[in-house]
Structure formats: C-alpha cells, structure tokens
C-alpha cells in the first residue's frame, strides 16, 4: 500500500487560521516572525477584488497626475464646428492589416431646423497611434510656489495617444456644447475630483484623531461634550446646511478659495465615523495589559500615547478612511453638479456633468453621461479596497 | 423607561436649537441681503432717482437694520410661538403658505422611501443570512454593493435618460399634466401614487443596500449561536425557529438604523427632487438659497432637519422599547 498514514506536510488554508499544526515548517516560521504588516499584506492579498480595486484606483491616480500626458487634447482646445460632435468608434483594423484609426465626421444641415445632422464619413480614415506629438506641457515640479525648485521640470508635446496629425478631430468619448473633447476633459477632471478626496481625508483625519483621542483619553465631562456633538452633527441632515454654505460663497472668488472651501465642507461630514473609531479604540486600550505594563514601567503619557496606542491601530484607520473617501468624492461631484460647487473654468467630474441636467441635452447627447460612470467605477473601487482593508486590519 | 425618555427628549431640543442657531447663521452668510439686490434691479432698470436713505427704509421695514441676534430672537418667537416662518421677498407671499405647499409632498415621499426600504431589505437581508454563499446571495451582495456606490442624482439622471430614450416620456413631475393644477381628488391621488414610484426607488435604493447588508451580517452572528442549535434540537420546524428567534433579535439595530438613514433619505429627496423637478420642498429651497430669499430658505432647512432629528428621537424610542437593556443604562 502506498498510502501514507502520517502526512507530515501540514494542510491550512489560511496561513493565518486559528488551530496551526504543531510541525515546524519553514511557512509557520516565517508566520512566527512575520510583522503585523507582513501579516496584514498577506491577508490582504488574498482578498481578489480588493487588490483589483487596488489595481484600479493607482490607474486613477497615475492618470490624474499625468493628465496631460494621457489627454489626447488640452483642456480648453475646442474646435467651434464640432459642438456636440458624437463619439468616433475606434477601429482597429483597415484592408486586414493592424491599423489605428477612426473615422472622420461630416454634417449635413437639417432643411427645417438647420440644426447639424452627423455622419462617420466612411472614406475619410483619421490616424491614431500611440506617443503621438501634440500640445506642449511641462513635467516636473513647476506648479509649486517654491523658488528654484519650481524650475525642475521638462517642457514635452508627447502624449500617450491621439490622433497622428493633430489637427485632425479625434473624439473618443463625443464633444461637449464648445466641441471640447469630452475624453480629454474627463481625464483632467480626475485631477480635481480625486484630490479634494484626499485633502478632505487629511481635514477630517486631523478632526477625527484629536476629537476623537480627547474623548476616549480624557473621558468624563470632554468625552460627553464630544459626543453630543458628534451625535448633533450625526442627526443634522448635511445636505441642505452644505447648500446653503456653498450658496454663499461669492461669485467673484478664485477657483483656488472655493476649492478650499467646498473641500471644508465634505471633510466636515465624514470625521463624526472616525473620531468614534479612535475614541472607541482609546477607550479599550486603556485597560489592555500591554498599556498597564507600560505605563507601570514609567512611560511617559506623550510616548505611551505615540509609541504604544495609536500604532496598534493605524490599520484601523486606514480602513476607515478609504471608506470614507468615496463619500467626500460624491459630495463634490453633487455639490459641483448643482452648480453650487466648482465652477467652471475648473473641470471636475460634477462640473462636466452640470450639462446633463437639462433632460433634452441628456437626450440628445448621452455621451455627456461619462463622467458618471467614471465616478461610479472610482466609488465601487474605493468600496471593494475599504472593505478589503477592514477584513485586512486585525490580522490576528 | 421614563427617565430614558425625558433625557432623549431634552437631547432632542438641544439639537434642534442648535440647527435653528446654525440654520440662521448659514443663511446670512452670503454678502448684502436681498435689499442690495432689489435696490440694484431697481437701479438697473432705470429707478435712479432713488432717495438717499431709500435702502435704509426698506431695510427698517423689514427689519433687516437690526442686530443680527436681535433677528434670530424674532425669528425662532414667531415659529415658534406664533408658528409664522416670516415672508419670502421673491413669491411674496407668507413662507409658511410656501412651505406649507410643498412639505407634504415631501413628507409623502420620504415616508414613502422609509417603507420601500424597509419592505424590500427585510426578506431579502433574512434570505441572504439564510443562504448564505449561495448564488442569490452573491447576486444581491454585488447589485447593494452597486446601489450604495450609485449617488441619487447619477441614478435619476440614468432613469431620465432611459425613459427618455425608451419609453417616450421624460420621468419629470410627480402629476400628469391634467392633474398638475387640479385640486386634490381621489384620481389625483391615483395619479401622483403612479408618479411617486420612480423617485421612491431612486432614493430608496441606497438605503435599501446598506440595510440589506446589515440584516445579513446581524442574523448571520445570530444564527451561529447556542440557542439556535438549542431550538434546532428540540425540533422545532426551520420556519417557526427562525422567525422566533433570530430574526427577533436581529431587528433591532433595523429599528435604530432608521436614525441614520433619514437624513440621507431627506439629503436625498432634496437633490433628486432638484434633478427631477419634482414639486417638493427641494427646488423652492435650492432657488431661495440662489436668490438670498433668506426665511424661506431657512424655513425649510429647519423644517427638514427637525423632522428628521424627530425621527431619530422616535427610532431611540421604538428601540427602547423592542430592547429592555437599553432602558437601563
């Protein structure tokens, strides 16, 4: 018989299961002495769809920080022919051979209403490839208001793809009402619409820690204050207070101020969740061994609050604020969206979408409807990674 | 029990003064008031021989000129004693009439959204927890994780363009157009019933995911206790034991969550209501806010937000009542 009664490799399925065999082998080591982060990444790992997600939001932010480089067009380039122009399919092959390329347009006038009537132009072809020459942008650190330091950049007219002759009209994604490349707006927008997440996430962070850590350190009396406060901010209903704080903000101020400010306004909602996990938390530490044996031994407050509680649940935060992230980037795409946001000339997704709000634009020009579905896939990816995050956070 | 309630209760003026006193302030935020703009229409359109003190006296009229506290102090009596919201300068007309119009629509609405929730995440969250991994299961787990990452507006604005596109009518309105100026009749009510299911869904949607989720993850903890195999070997038939005991007992954070999900569903009716030009409270207060008509405005802010403040209150007490530990506290 060659079957083996003792099996001596050991089975688990998860490397972090509770009931490991009691055999030595060279995983369980490495599990011995692995990190919390170690531990934490492996677990992580495993979660498919978060990592997808993971994969997802780095392309988002590559995108938004190489805007330029990914955008076939500038920002503000326009062709006044082409107003509403309709989406160019993309073609990839021509005569069976590899080939690039979309087709041109061409309007006829309607005889009754004149308004323009277009057609792909089957015999005209328009060349697409890849690292194409287009508009001059810079690379580097010239946007920041640091002497010599801004001089670090390198001025380019590559772009990742577009139309070979740049001249000729290339829309992926359709035109909007100034015959604007929506694709090329879409990916600016990124810029905006993933950054006021993440200053938002700093703002709220930064009110969540010291809210939240006076609650559960103090206690007593700062703790209730706190947290009536936290439950009067929790029962208010965000929406209309934000309208009318964003109502108020002055028409004539820069897009910088009322970047700053609409920012404010969605950090606002979100630090309530985290200040209660912080506080929570500070709360149960308080009683835990490793604390009393700490504080027992001398620790100074300051180093048993810096070195000993708040590292055992950095991971904690993590998680809560990825899933506080999406909520921020919704309440600008809204806010901007109702025209009470960002205002054009900045480009975010909700301001691409104030268009959509009249039914018969929505109608007759669908393709103004892309940035939604950018901001959905963004939301869902930040939900997945979130959720991965959290399963990830207590490894033990 | 009572002392519970007395102490909720007095949280729940708390807050309501506390919107009332930041309703007031956000509202005289914006620069000049509604004076500098009708004295600035009134330039523009040729009133140039204006008396000096002309925007002094509106103002006095109006009793704009004084303190800002003195103001609020006015306005929170004549709600409060006198249930008068003051006079909108755009319609002309009493706030209250305003407001009076259009809240019951969206009273109706949101309650309407508060039922659909409800009716729709209970059976599917029990048969999620009880299926647990099976393929209906994944399905519902992936179409809430979808509506919780849809935002309202994005979803109305879909809707309105696959009716649109689809079925040859905008879903715009609450009313068909016969029944638009009609006084309220029965078929009326037929007619808006027919209208409301479409902004019930939109803004139900999210609700429905998030609570979904969360009857799952409760009954699933509960299902794996003791007593269920306890009941489970006494024989007791799947069907009675589950509705007996678990489901029981996982109700209760469904109570309680009904006091966060209200101000996202009110957040909700708000925009969509916007999106869709629905005649409830939701334009009235986003074209007050964009013309300074400063007391309808606020009106409708602390309407809002003391129902749903009111809400929360009466889910603390309903949960108080379902779950004898929290009187005690």
Redesign the interface.
């Known amino acids: 018989m060659d079957v083996t009664l003792h099996d001596t490799t050991p089975e688990y399925d998860s490397p972090l299961g509770g009931n490991l065999p009691a055999a030595e082998t060279e995983d369980e080591l490495r599990l011995e002495v692995a990190t919390q982060w170690q531990l934490m990444w492996w677990k992580f790992r495993k979660h498919k769809l978060a990592m997808f997600s993971a994969g997802i939001i780095i392309l988002y932010y590559l995108v938004a920080i190489f805007a330029e480089f990914f955008a076939p067009w500038e920002r503000t380039q326009y062709i006044a022919d082409y107003v509403y122009a309709p989406p160019q399919p993309i073609h990839f092959f021509a005569d069976g051979k590899l080939d690039l390329h979309v087709k041109a347009l061409k309007f006829e006038r309607d005889p009754q209403s004149f308004k323009k009537i277009w057609e792909i132009d089957e015999e005209n072809k328009i060349d697409v490839g890849f690292f194409v020459k287009g508009a001059d942008y810079k690379v580097g650190l010239h946007w920041l208001p640091i002497p010599y330091i801004n001089d670090l950049y390198f001025t380019t007219d590559r772009h990742f793809f577009g139309a070979k002759d740049p001249t000729q009209p290339m829309y992926l994604m359709g035109a909007d009402k100034s015959g604007r490349d929506v694709l090329s707006r879409l990916i600016y927008s990124t810029r905006i619409s993933l950054s006021v997440g993440l200053v938002g996430v700093v703002i709220s962070l930064i009110l969540g820690i010291v809210l939240g850590g006076l609650s559960g350190l103090i206690g007593g009396w700062v703790d209730n204050v706190v947290q009536?406060m936290i439950?009067?901010v929790?029962?208010?209903?965000?929406?209309?207070?934000m309208?009318?704080?964003a109502?108020?903000v002055?028409l004539d101020w820069s897009v910088e101020r009322v970047y700053f400010i609409i920012t404010i306004l969605i950090a606002l909602r979100s630090w309530t969740g985290l200040a209660r996990v912080v506080r929570s938390k500070f709360l149960s530490l308080r009683e835990d061994d490793f604390i009393l044996a700490a504080r027992l031994d001398g620790t100074p407050q300051r180093r048993l609050i810096f070195r000993h509680m708040l590292p055992s649940f950095y991971s904690h935060i993590i998680a809560s604020l990825t899933l506080a992230l999406?909520g921020m980037i919704?309440g600008e795409?809204?806010l901007s969206?109702?025209g009470?946001g960002l205002r054009p000339p900045a480009v975010s997704w909700g301001v691409m979408?104030q268009e959509?709000?009249r039914?018969a634009v929505?109608?007759l020009y669908?393709w103004l409807?892309w940035p939604?579905v950018a901001?959905?896939i963004i939301?869902?990816a930040f939900?997945?990674l979130g959720d991965g995050l959290r399963d990830a956070a207590d490894p033990y | 029990m009572w002392q519970y309630f007395l102490r909720r209760f007095i949280?729940m003026l708390?807050?309501v003064w506390?919107?009332s006193v930041?309703?007031f302030a956000?509202?005289q935020?914006?620069?000049g008031d509604y004076v500098t703009t009708m004295v600035s229409q009134m330039i523009q359109s040729g009133m140039d021989d204006l008396p000096p003190d002309f925007e002094a006296q509106i103002r006095a009229q109006y009793g704009l000129d004084q303190p800002m506290y003195v103001q609020y102090g006015k306005w929170l009596r004549n709600i409060v004693v006198e249930g008068k919201f003051g006079y909108s300068y755009i319609y002309r007309r009493d706030a209250k009439d305003i407001i009076l119009e259009r809240l019951p629509v969206s009273f109706a609405i949101s309650a309407f959204s508060v039922l659909f929730v409800w009716i729709v995440a209970l059976p599917i969250g029990i048969y999620s927890a009880v299926k647990q991994y099976s393929k209906a299961d994944y399905f519902v787990t992936f179409v809430g994780?979808?509506g919780?990452?849809?935002?309202n507006?994005?979803f109305a604005?879909?809707l309105?363009?696959i009716s649109?596109?689809y079925m040859d009518r905008?879903m715009?309105g609450l009313f068909s157009q016969e029944y638009e100026t009609a006084p309220w009749s029965l078929a009326k009510f037929i007619d808006l019933v027919k209208h409301l299911w479409i902004p019930v869904i939109i803004i139900g949607t999210a609700g429905t995911a998030g609570l979904i989720r969360t009857m799952r993850a409760n009954l699933l903890d509960e299902l794996n206790k003791p007593y269920v195999d306890t009941a489970r070997s006494k024989g007791l038939p799947e069907r009675v034991l589950l509705w007996k005991y678990p489901v029981r007992h996982a109700l209760n954070p469904f109570v309680s969550t009904i006091?966060?999900i209200?101000?996202s569903l009110?957040?909700g009716e708000?925009?969509v209501s916007?999106?869709l030009n629905l005649p409830t409270t939701g334009p009235v207060?986003?074209n007050a806010?964009?013309d300074q008509d400063m007391y309808v405005?606020a009106g409708?802010?602390l309407i809002?937000?003391t129902l749903?403040?009111l809400g929360?209150f009466i889910s603390d007490l309903l949960l108080a009542l379902l779950d004898p530990r929290l009187r005690l506290q």
């Open positions: 009536r439950e009067i929790m029962s208010v209903p965000d929406l209309p207070i309208l009318a704080i109502a108020s002055p999406p919704l795409t809204a969206f109702l009470l979408l959509t709000q039914v929505l109608a669908p409807l939604a901001v959905i939301v869902l939900n997945f | 949280y708390f807050t506390i919107i930041i309703t956000v509202i935020l914006p620069p994780f979808i919780l990452a849809i935002p507006f994005l604005l879909i309105m363009f649109y596109r905008a715009i006091g966060w209200l101000p009110i957040a708000l925009i916007i999106v207060v986003y806010l964009l405005a409708i802010i809002l937000s749903t403040v929360t």
